[in-house]
């Protein structure tokens, strides 16, 4: 543990000095920070080759999937990108139908005729990055010294800044904030719209492992997928159209059929989503105490009623199996977050560099006028808002999101609410009023399922009373739960029964006649959902704080400045916290010994299928012709030295949306894909373990097998370039 914590702070105090390749930087400056150890490590591109403006860069084949959600790149001059099967999951379950299963059967388009439209899909080009930090912190001054600055003043100076520059652009405009104000830089991104899926193998080659395997080493996913862009003749962007035509991309990657090694330099470019590395000591013991039991308790109580019901039931598998991914994933997460929170005890690690901060804020009068209250305000504000917290976390984890009928309650009391302010006497399902309301609703019923649902909601319902005092649940809660005596079951029994929102059919059916706000509300899942106020739990956590005379967020930023000047003071290089705009980590392939007298392999290969299948258990299932394929070795070009190589593991610094992100090597070619990272890397968000965090890849050759030898989709291959 002594070596730990050594290591540990040492990576605090000097990020810059990457000890294991530690920070996701911004591809527009890493040159001025981490270029050198790029090159001593095994780069041997330029910084011009990594990224330009001009798009002829490894940045001009890299985009962003569906504004961020995860990261793809371009691997042929036809505008075929490669991303993550669990990055498409969502749309491969939604394009599935009973008849045409695709993510049972997997889908693999043979021509482009046969590729299949994503409504509402988006994949973005990075085109071009602008400072405009002089000017947003004009604005902010200005706002401050006005008192206009309030909550949403950050948000304001983006939007202004936004409404600037992105009038005389083709481009769409997002600015961004880095290290908390300390830089503002303006992103113009080429938005494409027509986004048609090519190939996907099925679930039990993309996911195989399921939740098992989730967050785990040794792995064998086939995690992959293909979409094509299409523009139109122009090659620009354009809504979805049959003339459409496969864009034509400045830049692709070149395919590595040579494999990795232990050693080998690895390089990953992508969309990172949020990290919160200058989170103090004391949010991190919120959120390891607090927040993640509440989530963890929930969401697996959820797993669990939902997979009791999908394995029950196929027709409820399909329904609810992009959900049940969705829920086990963070799920998964918050658990093995925990644990490393506590073995690797970041909070400690944190609390020492803390006690180097408050040495550095005593230097000088003007560091103790700015930043001398910062931590005495932080240890008093957690402490004072820590039951408001878990109150909060049980709001949102248990009443407001679990159940989708009660979801659609929330909807139709918003709509009431509306009608009331606007004096609208009464609405039918046919009326501009209903419309917005009814079109999520429809949306969400598509993958919906009455039992389980009911069955959730019970379970969560008693989570929430069990957790919640009554004077929070509002006058309706209180009533019916005293006239069930307080019997969960029993409650959702008779919401369910007697409510328009427990199925489409009866919610359509309801609002056939026109019905008053009055009416509406005597429906018990409307009732119920408006019983229970959100401000209850939001003014909560403010008075809470309020009462300690404190602003817990104002001081998390003020916190997180005077951490960033520390650093600047000592010279250190930083990168800021990721927020879903392009980065690069750099590291090398490394194999892990995450526990005492534990060595993993830093990759692995085909023959785990075979060791891991199980017809009884969905999760790792290998069908008939996977089976046959690895027992008659036939990997034709793909293997090596007789083996077929399934995953591999680096020491890279990635996080959620880097899922699908391209694993390069040192002269940029396309050695894998980024799409898990290991249980002991699980605390990464807040801090970065300099030995036991890894990137989970896989390997391109085994894509490429897959693609030939099981699809037969050979013709895809020959689109891409293939280098040795």
Same mark, same amino acid.
């Given at each position: ?10 990576? !605090? ?29 095994? !780069? ?13 860069? !490894? ?80 604005? #902010? ?124 330099? *690895? ?72 644990? +490393?929170?506590? @073995? ?5 690690? #944190? ?7 408050? #040495? ?24 004072? @808002? ?76 008693? !989570? ?36 328009? +929102? ?84 750099? $590291? ?14 830093? #990759?692995? *290969? ?48 990635? *996080? ?27 605390? $990464? ?35 891409? +370039?293939?280098?040795?």
């Amino acid at each position: 543990m002594k070596k730990i914590l050594i290591y540990a702070l040492l990576a !605090l105090l000097a990020p810059a000095s990457a000890m294991a390749d530690e920070g996701m930087w911004l591809v527009n400056l890493f040159e001025s920070s981490i270029y050198p150890q790029m090159k001593k490590k095994g !780069l041997k591109l330029k910084p011009g080759e990594i990224y330009n403006e001009r798009g002829t860069a !490894l940045s001009g084949a890299i985009v962003a999937v569906d504004y961020g959600m995860g990261t793809g790149s371009v691997i042929s001059d036809r505008g075929l990108v490669i991303t993550n099967h669990h990055v498409a999951y969502g749309d491969i379950h939604d394009l599935s139908t009973p008849e045409n299963n695709y993510l049972e059967n997997g889908f693999w388009a043979a021509t482009e005729q046969d590729e299949l439209p994503v409504k509402g899909k988006t994949v973005m080009f990075l085109r071009r990055i602008a400072d405009v930090t002089d000017e947003a912190m004009e604005m #902010r001054d200005s706002m401050i010294r006005e008192g206009k600055f309030g909550v949403f003043g950050t948000r304001k100076i983006y939007g202004a800044i936004e409404k600037k520059y992105g009038k005389d652009t083709p481009y769409e405009v997002s600015c961004a904030s880095m290290w908390r104000g300390e830089k503002y830089l303006l992103f113009y991104y080429e938005v494409y719209k027509d986004v048609r899926l090519v190939g996907a193998p099925p679930e039990k080659i993309g996911a195989f492992g399921g939740n098992q395997d989730n967050w785990g080493w040794p792995q064998h996913k086939g995690d992959f997928a293909l979409y094509r862009v299409y523009g139109d003749k122009d090659g620009k962007p354009a809504p979805y159209s049959k003339d459409n035509v496969p864009i034509k991309p400045a830049k692709v990657l070149d395919i590595s059929t040579g494999g990795v090694h232990e050693g080998d330099y *690895t390089m990953v470019l992508g969309f990172p989503g949020r990290t919160n590395r200058y989170m103090s000591s004391f949010a991190v013991a919120e959120k390891q105490q607090v927040v993640n039991p509440v989530v963890i308790r929930a969401r697996h109580e959820r797993m669990e009623i939902i997979k009791k019901h999908m394995e029950a039931d196929p027709k409820v598998r399909l329904l609810y199996s992009d959900k049940y991914f969705n829920l086990s994933n963070y799920a998964d997460y918050a658990t093995w977050e925990n644990i +490393c929170l506590r @073995r690797y005890d970041v909070a400690g690690i #944190r609390e020492a560099e803390e006690t180097e901060l408050q #040495r550095w804020i005593a230097e000088t009068p003007e560091r103790q006028t700015e930043y001398g209250r910062v931590l005495a305000d932080l240890k008093k504000g957690y402490a004072a @808002r820590a039951e408001a917290v878990r109150r909060k976390n049980y709001f949102q984890e248990a009443w407001i999101s679990p159940s989708d009928a009660l979801m659609t309650g929330f909807r139709v009391a918003s709509m009431v609410n509306r009608m009331r302010k606007e004096k609208i006497d009464s609405v039918r399902v046919t009326d501009k009023a209903f419309a917005y309301a009814l079109n999520l609703t429809k949306k969400m019923y598509a993958a919906y399922d009455p039992a389980t649902d009911q069955e959730i909601f019970a379970a969560m319902l008693k !989570l929430f009373t069990d957790n919640v005092p009554p004077q929070m649940w509002g006058d309706y809660l209180q009533q019916v739960y005293t006239r069930y005596d307080g019997n969960a079951e029993a409650i959702a029994d008779y919401a369910f029964r007697n409510s328009a +929102c427990a199925t489409l059919e009866k919610l359509c059916e309801y609002f056939e006649t026109p019905r008053t706000a009055d009416q509406i509300m005597q429906d018990p899942l409307v009732a119920l959902a408006a019983s229970v106020s959100t401000m209850t739990f939001s003014d909560g956590v403010r008075n809470a704080e309020e009462e300690a005379e404190t602003d817990v967020d104002k001081t998390e930023s003020l916190y997180a400045k005077a951490l960033y000047r520390m650093r600047e003071s000592k010279g250190l290089p930083q990168y800021p916290d990721a927020n879903s705009t392009m980065r690069i980590t750099f $590291g090398n392939v490394e194999s892990i010994s995450p526990y005492d007298a534990v060595k993993y392999d830093f #990759r692995t *290969t085909v023959d785990g299928y075979l060791e891991k299948n199980d017809p009884k258990d969905f999760e790792f299932r290998v069908d008939d012709k996977m089976f046959s394929l690895i027992r008659a070795k036939d990997w034709g070009r793909w293997g090596e030295k007789g083996v077929l190589y399934t995953d591999f593991i680096t020491n890279n610094d990635i *996080t959620g949306g880097n899922s699908g992100s391209p694993v390069l090597n040192g002269r940029g070619n396309l050695v894998g894909l980024a799409f898990d990272g290991n249980r002991e890397s699980m605390s $990464g968000n807040i801090y970065f373990h300099p030995e036991y965090a890894r990137t989970v890849c896989v390997d391109i050759r085994f894509v490429l097998w897959i693609i030939d030898r099981y699809a037969g989709a050979s013709g895809l291959i020959e689109e891409m +370039c293939l280098v040795k």
